[in-house]
């Protein structure tokens, strides 16, 4: 059950204050509770820096230093700021068991900018069990707009109703971008100037629909409905571009989905062209009055059983 932290894994590292000022403007307005969460290996530090080093004196400065800041930009939040000893992916995925957020960061940037992704963040989004922000380098967004990838699986019910809660936030709109392509083993089977089944780009084009159907908070938003014939996660990265968030959803959590993002998520990720919001639990979100009244909207974690 969420109690409703967000949690910044922090390193101290420019990727770390980048992600968390982002998640410090998100709490100032949406209030809740912020932890600054720094894990460190000890047993690998004094290999590296010996003995002597005061390696937990380090990371506490770091901390102190985080926190002033936070405190100074989100003055009304509730923050704390605290270090656990061992690997930031086992602290970090522990830690998301009841949290509503985990923040992390990259030097990776739009159009490819910056060092690779990193393998701590594709990690995280496989594996944790609240929704993953991973913040980019990147400036800020030029349009106002939360893209949101849709398929035909319950788990795109979960991200658009997790696109619809950050528009109504920011007083955005939502792009649901349904792609889809050929394989390409079938393209290349169909002969020069042969079209698809009509009855196949017809269902496609019913997806985005579908899925604004059964998911009730979206009619508290202006949704835009983008269906295009395109790898899905080339679709969605140029798609994402200078956008205020780009949602995507997970295979879920059964035995073996746990250990490895769907393809488009982990592709998205890599081409990662603004901050990426990865769902990996299917919920839905209930309509509260204050949503009726076009007013912004609050949800709760639901499983949801289709």
Known sequence: MSDGRTIVGFEGT???????????????????????????????????????????????????????????????????????DGPAERALIAASQDASLLVVGTDRGPRGEGSRIGSLPLRLAAAAECVVAVIPDAPRAERSVVVVGIDDSARARSALALAVTEASWNGATVEAAHAWDVPEAFARSLAPGDDLDPAVVERERHVVRDVIDDVPLARSVAIEEVVVRQNPAEALVERGAGAVALVVGTRGRGRFAAAVLGSVSHDVLVDIPCPVLVTPREYVFTVPDEAAAGNVPSGHDNTDRR
Request: charged share 35%; glycine share 8%.
């Open 14 to 84: 420019p990727s770390s204050w980048r992600s968390l000022d982002w998640a410090l403007d998100r709490v100032a307005v949406r209030g809740g509770r912020l932890e600054i969460l720094r894990a460190v290996d000890r047993t690998i530090g004094e290999e590296m820096l010996g003995r002597d080093a005061d390696i937990v004196g380090r990371v506490e400065d770091d901390l102190r230093l985080a926190e002033r800041h936070a405190r100074a930009l989100a003055p009304e939040a509730l923050i704390d700021a605290r270090w656990v």
